[in-house]
């Protein structure tokens, strides 16, 4: 008996779908498991897995010639060819005109991002494309950054909850800063580090790009608990320091994250201070610290990095606009809060929740 992955027509419908339809509106009915109970038709296909899951992502009507010649099975061979010529109907129909790509929460990686950037120049009206909280890494981000680069109309990008790190950070931000289109790539919750954040922060520095998915009409924004690291705070505080990108926003909810992060243990001969009492301000890896835990029997100390609070407390200092912030149980410490607090002071009515 022929499987639904191994049939060619069940293999052309799905293919199409993959253009069409957002990801979380594909429904793998082969996984459904009929139920006595009462719980509702649609949360019985969640719980059995039938809208989770990966799929391929589109090809190329000639690769799926191919595959319909050498992998999948039919009933009758003559069927072949005209399997093949519907779906390159549909492509050369409906391909050219796509203009929005929903393929977030597929558990993609590199490979499967490889092969995405190579048909995406054939989407030429493509405005918006969201891969986020997938696992895509490094490899995969130099192969979206290349497809950037030739694209004329992408305006949006979302990549935030992937694997980038800041090597992945490196590939992108030659693309950010050349594309002419992109007005939104946001990259919060991608394993950066200060370092390569503060690179995509300096590739869109005399540009409008959001790198934390704000839009230029957008009035509230809620990022709590999303696992927000300091260097998240320094993509932020890029968007909060562009008129053209927040001159909307009047409330940002950035509660219940860690956005003051606390290191490790580290050695205090590591450490550049004259004490490591708790408090203390020291430098480590260049940066300034907060010492938070001081010097233990082992020689150790804990610090809270204070970099990202103070590029969000710049941020703060240049955006006129936003009248409210929520900032509570960020591990801020004393330290951050004053700095926070100073960046707001003299503004009447600034409702700053730390």
Known sequence: MTTYEESGWCFVEASISSVLKASERRVNVSKYRPGRD????????SNDGCLAGSRSAPL???????????EKKFYASSDIATVAGLYKTFFDAVVPAQRE??????GWGDNDVVQLAEVLPCFCQLVAIDLSKNSIGAAGAKSVAAAMVVSASLTKIDLSSNRLGPAGAAALAPAVAASASLTVANVLSNNLDIESATLLVNAVKDKDVSLCGIQRDQTEADFRWKDLLPHDAVLLASDLSKAGVSASL????????????ETGYVKATKVQGSSFHVGDKVLYEGREMVVSMGKDSDGDIKMIDMSGVKALADGLAVNAELTAL??????????????????VKGRSGFDLKV
Not at 38 to 45: A, C, G, H, N, V
Not at 101 to 106: E, I, P
Not at 326 to 343: H, I, S, Y
Request: with cysteine.
């Open 101 to 106: 790509l929903v393929l977030c929460k597929l």
């Open 38 to 45: 009462e719980t509702p038709y649609l949360l019985r296909l």
């Open 250 to 261: 009047r409330d940002l909810n950035l509660a219940s994250n860690h956005l003051a992060g």
């Open 60 to 70: 190329e009507p000639d690769r799926v010639a191919s595959l319909l010649a050498n």
């Open 326 to 343: 929520d900032l509570c149980w960020n591990q801020l410490g004393r330290e951050g809060k004053q700095v926070l607090e100073q960046a």
